[in-house]
């Protein structure tokens, strides 16, 4: 009898029932072969294939990952290199290793999500349920959740697009309008930030209208020095110039100051004082330690070569009411 001729306990088109009622003469186990042998070997079947097709775009992932984190520099790090500075470049290669890390772990649930979806539903078609009722009940429940979370969807497409559009990461000091500081921690929910008071924020990503990014490539020292009326701004702006280029060329500062200082000039003039403005570019989150540095060379500068600073109510510093 041939292995695919129809028995009287198998059907024609059950060739494991045949097999085996041909193997062994059981009747039960020929008609219990589908369940016992077919499918769980077809299960099997799925789920190293699913398995293995997650490993492979798991790499495909890893790669592109490892590549975006390897990507070539923007003008203002290889700038910063020619002046031998490794700390900011190494924090500039950080941050886009931290980014295409973060990207590659939400491509990577996406896939894994997606592929064991599809082979879930494709498993229960093979178990012999029927899927098409499972499909539209998903359908159903998904229009009703998504109804009821639009907060949560929100949140969450907008952490998703947060992250590949690189608008903020860990380390980041940022203004989100209500609150502001130091970014801990990026979510596809919430963003965790702490200011500079210690307080832990917590805020939705869907919530976020505006993103001031303070330490995105750069930052800018800005500072406005009130003088007297009656000084010299020819000669202030020179002093300032000097004070600003000293500290370029300090070995300390070389790594975070990224071009030339500028003395942009006068700022504002009142009947009381006049005000100059010096800027630095320097590396981000420096800005506020040149500032610092900026003030107290100022303030030994001016002291030795006599220059007054004004008062908003028209005095000198340290001159009696």
Request: with cysteine; charged share 20%.
């Amino acid at each position: 009898m041939s292995l695919l001729e129809t028995t009287p306990t198998c059907a024609s088109s059950d060739t494991w029932c045949v097999w085996v009622d041909h193997l062994t003469g059981n009747a039960w186990l020929a008609q219990a072969a589908t369940w016992l042998i077919a499918k769980p070997l077809a299960l099997v079947v799925l789920v190293l294939l699913a398995l293995g097709i997650r490993w492979f775009l798991h790499r495909v992932i890893d790669r592109l990952v490892r590549r975006a984190a390897e990507g070539l520099p923007s003008p203002v790090l290889r700038r910063r290199r020619e002046r031998t500075a490794p700390q900011p470049a190494a924090l500039l290669a950080g941050r886009r290793v931290q980014r295409a890390e973060t990207m590659g772990s939400l491509l990577k649930s996406i896939a894994s999500i997606v592929i064991f979806a599809v082979f879930g539903i494709t498993a229960i078609a093979e178990l012999g349920y029927p899927v098409g009722p499972l499909i539209a009940s998903a359908g159903v429940v998904g229009v009703a959740v998504g109804f009821g979370a639009q907060s949560l969807v929100k949140d969450f497409l907008s952490g998703i697009f947060m992250i590949f559009e690189d608008q903020y990461g860990v380390g980041d000091s940022v203004d989100l309008g209500e609150a502001g500081g130091t970014v801990e921690a990026v979510g596809l929910r919430v963003t965790r930030l702490r200011d500079v008071e210690g307080t832990v924020w917590y805020v939705r990503n869907g919530e976020i209208l505006r993103v001031g990014n303070q330490s995105q490539n750069w930052a800018r020292t800005v500072l406005d020095i009130p003088v007297a009326l009656d000084q010299d701004l020819a000669r202030v702006q020179q002093v300032l110039q000097d004070v600003a280029h000293d500290l370029w060329e300090d070995e300390a500062f070389t790594h975070l100051i990224l071009e030339e200082p500028s003395v942009w000039g006068v700022q504002d003039l009142t009947p009381n004082w006049i005000t100059v403005r010096v800027t630095l570019k320097t590396a981000p989150l420096e800005q506020w330690a040149v500032a610092r540095e900026m003030r107290q060379r100022i303030k030994q500068r001016f002291d030795a070569d006599g220059i007054d600073f004004a008062h908003p109510n028209g005095r000198l510093w340290g001159q009696p009411a």
